[in-house]
């Protein structure tokens, strides 16, 4: 259901109707226990690597890191060193962090700004492009071909302001992965929206542990009871699943004129219809991209493995009519409410992990509530392949009749 002034009286129905259910709806399937080893099993987190980390559209960072021609940053978060730069016509591009003489980085910064590449190893030269142009002593080369020596590239590409990367080189469009979603984010005009602030929290728990915690509010009052347990009523979430893992959940507050008393005199997006302005929506980019969005500013969070056993969460916030010069003083309170709820998010984490690996530990029988986290799990396993995970660990495909097209 795309979320437009038409449809309001339809979500605050489906709101009414999750609060005042008796149980899940006759047409929602059993859903099979989710096999603790798909959280601990070397062989199938392999899998995971490298059929679908490996090929998924994950976000690599916002056009503000690379404000002007020349400037780039590199990100690592996909496990292979990539370059982001914005090329002397302003187009954004990526490429692996590769010479192509010896493998050397090109550059050895986070980011910066210049006009080309150079490799500090032999010299090898390149634009922003990504062609190669230069070569120290070309005379003791045979037959060298410049043409076929260009930078590897990575396909990139953009949702609004948020630059998106994937390694797969067939994968299809961005756009036409998101389906149904690209429609309803046009509200928040994320072309316009700044990034305002970002911050990295490791954690020792494989990514998807942390992961679920965002899919679901099951959790909220009992881990959230002095935050957002106070003002968000979790029985009356309900929730949209789209194809390719994609989906997005709405959780009403519990008084409809309730409004955060840290966003009041905020610069607003212009046109964000009422739902997502009055109540908390969540979206999830297939595999690990959660936005709450909101009409005063909307938090961006990355989950990445860094091992099987340890993970990274990025904090990201873009807004409208944020000047980095001279920021809204609220930001600083907004934040520090968000780095709290999160921390209350993070802090069982390494426990939960070392349950995991257990012989207690054998799965995780999920309820109506925590179908998106189902969701995940199915999709996952379409992108290995359901015949190349193994038994014991496959995830039963029962969703596809809850799965949304528009």
Not at 84 to 113: F, M, S
Not at 225 to 236: A, C, E, K, M
Not at 267 to 279: L, R
Not at 384 to 391: A, F, K, Q
Request: some cysteine; overall charge negative; hydrophobic content about 35%.
């Amino acid at each position: 259901m795309e979320l437009n002034q038409n449809n309001v009286a339809a979500a605050e129905a489906l709101m009414d109707y999750e609060r005042d259910r008796k149980g899940p709806p006759a047409d929602f399937p059993k859903l099979p226990d989710i096999p603790g080893g798909r959280y601990v099993n070397r062989d199938f987190l392999e899998l995971e690597r490298e059929r679908m980390w490996k090929r998924a559209w994950l976000y690599a960072g916002h056009v503000d890191q690379i404000p002007r021609p020349g400037s780039w940053f590199v990100t690592r978060n996909t496990g292979s060193p990539i370059i982001i730069a914005r090329d002397l016509k302003g187009e954004v591009r990526a490429y692996y962090n590769t010479c192509q003489h010896r493998g050397a980085p090109l550059v050895k910064e986070d980011a910066g700004e210049s006009r080309g590449f150079i490799c500090g190893y032999h010299g090898w030269s390149y634009t922003l492009e990504g062609k190669l142009t230069a070569v120290r002593d070309i005379r003791d080369f045979t037959d060298l071909d410049f043409a076929c020596r260009s930078l590897a590239s990575v396909r990139c590409e953009l949702l609004g302001g948020m630059i998106f990367i994937n390694e797969d080189p067939d994968a299809e469009p961005l756009v036409d992965h998101l389906g149904p979603m690209v429609k309803e984010l046009e509200q928040y005009k994320l072309e316009t929206l700044r990034l305002v602030d970002s911050r990295r929290y490791e954690v020792d728990c494989n990514v998807k542990v942390l992961l679920d915690a965002f899919l679901e509010v099951y959790h909220l009052k009992s881990i959230h009871q002095q935050t957002v347990d106070r003002f968000l009523d979790h029985r009356g979430m309900f929730i949209t699943l789209w194809p390719k893992g994609h989906s997005r959940m709405i959780t009403p507050n519990r008084r409809p004129d309730w409004r955060d008393p840290g966003t009041i005199g905020m610069p607003k997006i212009p046109g964000v219809t009422d739902i997502p302005a009055n109540n908390n929506v969540s979206y999830h980019l297939y595999p690990n991209f959660v936005m709450p969005a909101s009409d005063t500013g909307i938090p961006i969070l990355q989950f990445w493995p860094l091992g099987d056993k340890k993970c990274e969460v990025v904090s990201s916030w873009i807004a409208p009519d944020h000047d980095p010069e001279n920021p809204d003083p609220m930001w600083a309170t907004r934040i520090g409410n968000w780095e709290r709820i999160l921390y209350e998010d993070l802090q069982f984490a390494p426990q939960i992990q070392e349950s995991l690996e257990s012989k207690g530990f054998k799965g995780m029988p999920l309820n109506y509530q925590e179908r998106r986290i189902y969701h995940w799990h199915e999709e996952l396993d379409r992108r290995i392949g359901l015949n190349e995970v193994p038994p014991e660990l496959r995830v039963e495909q029962v969703l596809s009749d809850q799965i949304a097209t528009a």
